[in-house]
């Protein structure tokens, strides 16, 4: 078992309320994605369950023991960082075995497991090179190596990703989940992307000023999302909010209690000429991005985009109608915009 | 031979050219200019100067004074770089963390690097006053009497490498520090996970990375243990007996005070042989095992 419980943890620094009670699982041999805005308390969080952070209050437990006070290297888990933090004097196959050499495990032991990391990771080539002779992929590879090396069930990575280019990263992502699930590790990866969390996470904790906005599988946050800023963070481009009376509709009767916001994915919005039933709007700007189209769409003060798969006769300036299906409208309250939505 | 002479490479020795000027002027011109004068008789009066060959570096060999320069040279480099490189170290370490008044203490380890080595061998010599000083007065409350610190050949030469060690140490730290600010806090917590101790990180990964920096240092170590020889003209004179004598020191006298130019020429030359050959040995053979970024 390797399952990871953290009860209403708090940091602070003099001034700064990083993580405010916050708590969540992390079942066994699933990937688990902390996601928010920068500056949200992702890392922060990490860093207390890695035990490089100490804890204001609260308790992190793994596999139902109490480890908040516990030294790092004795919590069972390993870490890959954001740049890395490969040694840079020491060769590919020294930084892969520096855990092990440190634990004094035997001769043989360290020739297994490094032979079967390097091949699980495609780096058998690289051996005897430095860090400096690597190129970002493969340095990456090297600190993953090093996380399968030291043979730990849980692992947590803060932001692995970002120092990629995109193709790299779409690759590195299938990689890191594979490996997650041959392995069983039980991961808990941080990232300010939402693509990463939607396409490699079991579980996604929204994190917005150091509170869990909402949890969940990556269908529940983005067919159901709790907040404004739930809606507006999952899905590219965002879900589209507006006042359903400057467009001049009238919406579903469960507006009534209260909820007088409307929120419409991008994509189930329909654009058509006069044949289609819906309210009027003006095309203020086509982004063609091959396999779809995004229409920007005004009426008065009210701003849509729709997306649009294929190609689009649509003309800027030309007055269009849109449609949506009625079980694709979301309903948020008015209090809940804040400056910045 | 198209190439050197290629317009190309015309404007770059054009470019070189005032560096090179320079260069030549103030330190090729005189090298060669010592070695001549090493190996010509000082003109004088009527007296044109004519060769005479090898004849000062005869005089090296025999002159005893030389051979006590050296010995003593060699022990003050000795005494005064590994210390001041490991207690610079040390100090970097300490003041690279974080605590109330850091800023304090890196400025006390920092300030005798800024007081000019005239100032600081007027402080040291108040130290060192027998009897009176600093150092016997704190013996005698203790019921010891002192030694003359400076006065007696046993202990001139310790004490004024304590002294060298004092004035270097917290320079060298300010290079240490620096190169422990560039190296990642990322490396010591992956260390940590590792479960590696403060000293295995240290010995392990520290140390090695620090290893340019450490070249570095001690290159200017070993230069400044030939060149520092200002507070012999406060403290010692390089007395007793020349028991305190330094190489540069012993240069300066021959020049200055016995006028015997050529012969100090001569004990430059082997100055810069000394020196020259400590660079090369250094660049070249640690070099290798040294991890460069
Ligand atoms: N050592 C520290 N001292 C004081 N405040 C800190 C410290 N470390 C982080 N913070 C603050 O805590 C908050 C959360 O920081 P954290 O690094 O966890 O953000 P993050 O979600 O990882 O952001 P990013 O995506 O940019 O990495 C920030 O407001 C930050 O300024
Ligand atoms: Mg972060």
Redesign the interface.
């Known amino acids: 078992m390797s399952e990871i419980v953290i009860k209403n943890i708090v940091k602070e620094w003099p001034g700064v309320r990083a993580v405010d009670n916050v708590s969540f699982k992390v079942e066994e041999s699933t990937f688990t994605i902390l996601l928010g805005p920068s500056g949200c308390g992702k890392s922060t969080i990490l860093r207390m369950i ?3 952070e100490s804890v204001t209050s609260g308790s992190i437990h793994i596999n139902g023991e109490d480890i908040t006070k516990t030294d ?3 919590r069972g ?3 890959v ?3 890395y ?1 490969l ?3 020491l060769n590919v196959k020294e930084n892969i075995l ?2 092990l050499k ?2 004094k495990a035997p001769r043989k032991l360290q020739r297994i497991r490094l032979q079967e990391a390097v091949e699980m990771v495609g780096l058998s080539e690289y051996l005897e090179r ?1 860090p ?1 002779q690597l190129s970002g992929g493969q340095r990456q590879r090297v600190a993953l190596a090093r996380t399968i090396v ?1 043979g730990q069930s849980i692992c947590l990575m803060d932001e692995p990703l970002s120092n990629l280019d995109a193709k790299l990263r779409a690759e590195m992502r299938d990689e890191i989940k594979s490996l997650q699930q041959q392995l069983g590790l039980t991961v808990l990866f941080v990232t300010h992307d939402q693509t990463e969390a939607m396409t490699m996470a079991d579980q996604i904790i929204l994190l917005k000023d150091g509170r869990i906005e909402q949890s969940g599988t990556p269908y529940d946050l983005y067919s159901s999302p709790s907040s404004i800023f739930a809606a507006r963070f999952i899905g590219s481009p965002p879900m589209n909010i507006i006042s359903p009376g400057d467009l001049g509709v009238v919406t579903k009767s469960n507006a009534g209690n209260g909820k007088v916001l409307l929120g419409l994915r991008p994509e189930v919005i329909a654009v058509g000429d006069n044949t289609i039933k819906g309210p009027e709007m003006e095309v203020a700007g086509l982004d063609y991005l091959g396999s779809e189209t995004l229409v920007h769409l005004v009426r008065g003060e009210s701003r849509l985009i729709a997306k649009l798969s294929g190609e689009c006769e649509l003309k800027e300036n030309e007055t269009v109608k849109i449609h949506w299906p009625a079980s694709a409208e979301h309903y948020f309250n008015h209090n809940e915009i804040r400056p910045g939505q | 031979m198209h190439q050197i002479f290629s317009r190309q490479s015309i404007y770059g020795w054009l470019l070189l050219l005032p560096a090179a000027i320079l260069l030549f002027a103030f330190t090729y011109y005189p090298m060669a200019g010592t070695f001549f004068d090493s190996i010509f008789n000082e003109g004088s009066g009527s007296l044109s100067s004519r060769y005479n060959g090898p004849l000062n570096y005869q005089m090296l060999m025999i002159d005893p004074v030389f051979k006590t320069v050296l010995i003593n040279n060699a022990i003050f480099a000795l005494g005064t770089i590994p210390v001041s490189i490991g207690l610079a170290l040390m100090m970097a370490l300490i003041v690279d963390q974080h605590f109330l008044g850091r800023s304090l203490v890196r400025m006390a380890f920092f300030t005798p690097t800024v007081l000019p080595m005239i100032a600081v061998a007027n402080i040291w010599l108040f130290f060192y006053t027998p009897d009176i000083g600093l150092i016997d007065s704190l013996l005698a409350f203790f019921g010891i009497e002192g030694p003359n610190w400076l006065g007696d050949p046993d202990t001139v030469l310790s004490a004024i490498i304590v002294m060298a060690i004092w004035k270097e140490a917290g320079f060298f730290m300010i290079f240490y520090l620096a190169a422990l600010q560039t190296i ?1 806090p ?2 010591k ?8 101790g403060k000293l ?1 990180y240290f010995r392990r ?1 520290l140390f ?2 620090l ?1 340019p920096t450490t070249l570095f240092i001690s290159i200017n170590a070993v230069i400044n243990s030939f060149k520092l020889v200002d507070h012999l003209f406060i403290l010692t004179k390089g007395g007793p007996d020349n028991a305190s004598n330094l190489l540069l020191y012993h240069i300066y006298e021959t020049a200055f005070s016995y006028f015997d130019q050529g012969y100090a020429a001569a004990l430059t030359v082997v100055l810069l042989l000394i020196l020259a050959s400590f660079a090369i040995v250094q660049f070249f053979f640690f070099d290798r095992r040294i ?1 460069y ?1």
């Open positions: 890695a035990g490089l790092p290297s004795n888990i390993s870490m960082f954001q740049s933090a040694f840079p004097h520096f855990g440190v634990r430095k400096a030291s | 990642s990322e490396l917590e992956a260390a940590k996970l590792e479960g590696a295995y990964v090695p990375l290893m991890h970024r």
